[in-house]
């Protein structure tokens, strides 16, 4: 209750976290934090251990070791008081079928103490065409929306996100993305899973890659580049019709060097590009060399 | 506590409001018993001694449809679909969820009982209950102890689709060797010693004093102590194996 009050205080912080289920060494001591108002990525492919993680932080799962605080809490005992300032958006989890979104989220909102407007919620989840709907009616990607109504009709502070957009159409994905970055400019604090790298770099302000139950690397996403390949790529297409590529520290010494051979001759840089290594190079880096790892194969079932 | 119950109260008008838009649920709640009811109540109906067995025997399978049929169906289903994983999630404390479900089931056996006490008073010549308060104790036992064994009967069916077998390879047995069709003074004595060890045997008994044969309250306390039992044993099974989440792969 005391970190509780410290607003200064990390919204969640996990310690050497262990979660096994039998044999199966789902999480292997992970550590992070979640500072307050801001949006946390975990990142990784299918069974890293992702959904493990979040499910011990929602209450849903006891752990096998570590320290687990959330808003000041241990969520393993579930004390109402912390579900009271928590939002959660499961994977995939169903609602009262014969309802309809506005009777959801009207009742729903009677859960907490103070709720926030049943008609600004709808707005804002982008359910004003559908709220007179029955939720079995609904297509996929309004249920979806109707799962962020739920999770964000009781005002919580700290706001659960597990693979919110999987399975969305372009436009979905773009809609609930502007839903996302709606609640951290409200200055809520998200922790959300995923295995999308461009939905990582667009909404997190930290992400941490986690792969066979562990954290292979934390930081913000543009930082996790520099970080560990920090070498600037410059390719085109040379006179034979080949792509060159060279890595450099310093690209406009390089570009100088080669535009200026380019006009000399009189000739063009075909497919001229300057790109930074991107999260997606990290990730892949990061997560291929861990498949050599012995652990990686035991560590498949992550949920 | 007045916001436990406040949360219980708008849980149980969401229940309500659900059951009627789902009309399958509705059907096999009202329509089925009251459609046994009416078939016997025809084939027996030059005699008014098989009809005396009938009306208490469709009432208490009422209570079981009700109450036993009704939630472990709905447990199961609303496991399945994640419902109870995201109401757990929510500060929703469990006893006003449940409380909310039981005061649905409650309030069907209820609606249900009145139209058959109705009807067999009105066709089946059988009178108006002759000890209120016996049919009320017996109603409240019955509805408690068929609830708790629903819920626990959910914990053991492993999903949605096989729950119509698990739940009717139970109910259907139960019924017949219960009496519900018959005097079960008839019934081959093997038959008879099983119905007797089972709850729903005890429950019509007592109904049928109630109802019936206006037998003192006081014949029938071991019927209500075998009910209660079984209660008991639903209770200690409905909370031990609760399970909010689907069951995986």
């Known amino acids: 209750m005391i970190a509780a009050m410290d607003s200064s205080a990390p919204a969640i912080l996990v310690r050497d976290l262990n979660k096994s289920y039998g044999n199966v060494h789902a999480v292997r001591g992970i550590d992070f934090e979640v500072a307050r108002g801001e949006v946390f990525g975990l990142l990784g492919p299918n069974g890293a251990g992702k959904t493990t993680t979040v499910e011990v932080l929602e209450g849903y799962r006891t752990r096998t070791s570590g320290i687990v605080s959330v808003l000041g809490h241990d969520p393993a005992s579930r004390p109402r008081a912390l579900r009271e300032r928590v939002g959660i958006v499961l994977q995939d989890s169903g609602v009262y079928r014969h309802a309809t979104v506005r009777e959801l989220v009207a009742h729903w909102a009677g859960f907490y103490p103070a709720p926030r407007d049943v008609d600004e919620v709808i707005e804002l989840a982008g359910l004003r065409a559908s709220e007179d709907v029955l939720a079995r009616r609904l297509s996929g990607g309004q249920a979806r929306r109707l799962d962020f109504a739920l999770a964000l009709v009781g005002d919580p502070e700290l706001i659960f996100l597990d693979e919110p957009t999987t399975g969305f159409d372009p436009a979905a994905r773009r809609a609930a993305w502007e839903t996302i970055r709606a609640l951290a400019e409200l200055g809520k604090t998200v922790l959300l899973t995923t295995h999308y790298l461009d939905e990582a770099q667009a909404l997190c302000d930290r992400v941490a890659i986690v792969k066979g139950g562990r954290i292979l690397a934390v930081g913000a996403p543009a930082q996790l580049g520099v970080g560990t390949a920090s070498r600037y790529r410059v390719s085109w297409r040379d006179d034979d019709g080949e792509i060159v590529t060279r890595e450099t520290d310093d690209p406009t010494a390089l570009l100088h060097q080669l535009t200026s051979a380019a006009l000399a001759r009189g000739v063009g840089l075909a497919d001229l590009s300057v790109s930074r290594p991107s999260l997606e190079d990290v990730y892949l880096e990061l997560t291929t060399e861990a498949v050599a790892g012995p652990e990686a194969i035991e560590g498949k079932r992550g949920r | ?249």
């Not at chain 2, 009145?114 to 108006?128: D, K, N």
């Open chain 2, 1 to 249: 506590m007045t916001d436990a119950l406040a949360l219980t109260w708008r849980q149980y008008r969401l229940e309500r409001k659900m059951f009627w838009r789902n009309p399958s649920a509705a059907f096999f709640n009202f329509v089925l018993p009251l459609l046994f009811l009416a078939l016997f109540g025809t084939i027996f109906s030059g005699s008014q001694s098989d009809l005396d067995v009938i009306v208490p025997g469709i009432a208490g399978m009422s209570i079981m449809t009700t109450t036993f049929v009704a939630l472990a169906m709905n447990m199961v289903f609303l496991r399945e679909q994640g419902v109870l994983k995201r109401l757990r999630g929510t500060p929703l404390p469990s006893g006003a969820y449940l409380g909310g479900l039981a005061a649905h089931a409650v309030t069907n056996t209820a609606i249900q009982l009145s139209i058959v006490i109705a009807a067999g008073a009105a066709l089946m010549g059988v009178g108006l209950p002759d000890n209120w308060l016996e049919l009320a104790v017996f109603v409240v036992a019955g509805v408690g102890c068929f609830a708790a064994l629903g819920v626990a009967l959910s914990h053991a069916i492993p999903n949605f689709d096989s729950a119509p077998a698990y739940v009717n390879a139970i109910f259907l047995p139960v019924v017949v060797i219960s009496g519900v069709f018959y005097d079960a003074e008839n019934a081959p004595t093997f038959l008879r010693d099983i119905g007797e060890v089972l709850p729903l045997t005890h429950l019509i008994d007592g109904l049928s004093a109630a109802m019936v044969t206006g037998a003192p309250f006081a014949d029938h306390l071991s019927d209500l102590v075998v009910v209660l039992v079984w209660g008991a044993i639903g209770v200690f099974f409905a909370i031990r194996g609760f399970s909010w989440e689907a069951r995986r792969g």
